[in-house]
């Protein structure tokens, strides 16, 4: 069965620095993606960036990396220059298939991010 | 990115009334929609896939009967909380996938149920 960890349920950064989310997974998938969102006290999903587990580079989206150990079924997300907005909670995800293209998402239990000015 | 709209974002009821939750891909076909719950302080759980025209499959432990799910169309889903109970208070949120898809599910604004 996939699985997804997050270990740190909260996290405090200062404002413009730059802070690591840790994500690791479980899976005996072959292909599969990952994804990270994050979700403010509205509640709404936003989708930040996504790794393929093809890609062989680290994928990037402004402000947002997303360092993928393969080897070590880690896909920990990395914000820079962290905003006052950034604070939310932050979800990594998992879902089967090239691409990422199959099944349903299966979510870590996230982590709570506070940016402190 | 695509646009998935849920309705409504908040809703209080009496115990014991059923309640619907809309949840509407606004400019492309969904031909999967997913339905979530979240609990406070909680991640989000799946509920159940609904694929257009056929009948939903729900996770293990989710009362079909209670939560009528309902994939009519390419753009709609609707999930009817049935006969709700305070426990039923929650956070639902909805996703959807398009024919064409890259991997990356599009998700609604989510709906806040409280059950009095």
């Known amino acids: 069965a996939q699985k997804i960890t997050q270990t740190q349920p909260g996290m405090f950064v200062q404002e413009k620095e730059a802070v690591t989310l840790d994500c690791t997974y479980d899976?005996?998938?072959?292909?599969?993606?990952l994804f990270w969102y994050k979700q403010p006290s509205s509640g709404e999903m936003i989708f930040l960036i996504y790794q393929g587990s093809y890609d062989e580079q680290n994928a990037t989206e402004g402000r947002y990396s997303l360092n993928f150990q393969k080897a070590r079924k880690s896909a920990n997300l990395v914000i820079s220059a962290s905003q006052l907005g950034d604070s939310a909670m932050y979800f990594c995800a998992m879902r089967e298939g090239y691409g990422g293209s199959q099944g349903n998402l299966i979510f870590g239990k996230g982590t709570k991010l506070s940016v402190k000015p | 990115g695509a646009v998935v709209s849920q309705h409504p974002s908040r809703v209080i009821c009496k115990s014991g009334t059923s309640v619907k939750i809309e949840c509407r891909s606004l400019?492309?076909?969904?031909?999967?929609m997913f339905w979530y719950r979240q609990f406070p302080k909680q991640s989000l759980m799946l509920m159940a896939t609904s694929n257009e025209g056929s009948k939903a499959t729900y996770e293990q432990g989710v009362e079909k009967d209670k939560f009528l799910i309902n994939h009519a169309s390419l753009t709609l889903s609707t999930l009817t909380v049935t006969s709700a109970h305070p426990e039923d208070s929650s956070f639902y949120i909805c996703s959807a996938e398009t024919s064409g898809n890259t991997g990356e599910l599009f998700f609604g604004e989510g709906s806040r149920l409280t059950v009095l």
């Open positions: 400019d492309f076909q969904a031909t999967t």
């Open positions: 899976t005996s998938d072959q292909s599969y993606g």
